[in-house]
């Protein structure tokens, strides 16, 4: 059975940075490409980021060179790091990933970015 677990979500001031981290079990992270996503109040989820199986990495414009995403194999995990946090990141941020036909979303990991 394919689960992802987002794990590093917290209060944090502006500014500040954090670090979410997805893992894997029933699946091999590194042989698939795996996205963050968030979800604010009221709005729809939204694509920040993702890493293909071969390492490249792509992100929303929101966010770019703000977050990095990469891959720590020996954990099947892949994390998110965070910096330059604003208020309108506030979110639940999910990983997710496609696998023989299905995607698979884990729960979410809630940040919450004060002012």
């Known amino acids: 059975q394919v689960q992802l677990l987002e794990s ?12 979410l981290a997805c893992e894997g079990s029933g699946i091999t ?28 990495a792509d992100y929303a414009d929101s966010v770019n060179a703000r977050f990095y995403i ?11 790091e965070m910096t330059s946090l604003q208020p309108q990141d506030t979110a639940v941020y999910y990983c997710n990933t496609f696998s023989r036909g299905q995607a698979y979303w884990g729960q979410g990991t809630q940040v919450t970015v004060s002012s």
């Open 8 to 19: 590093g979500g917290r209060l944090v001031q502006a500014g500040g940075s954090l670090r």
């Open 29 to 56: 992270l590194s042989t698939v490409g795996v996205a963050w996503g968030r979800q604010a109040p009221d709005k729809q989820r939204e694509w920040v980021a993702s890493v293909t199986s071969g390492g490249a």
């Open 70 to 80: 990469f891959r720590d194999n020996a954990r099947n995990t892949v994390y998110l």
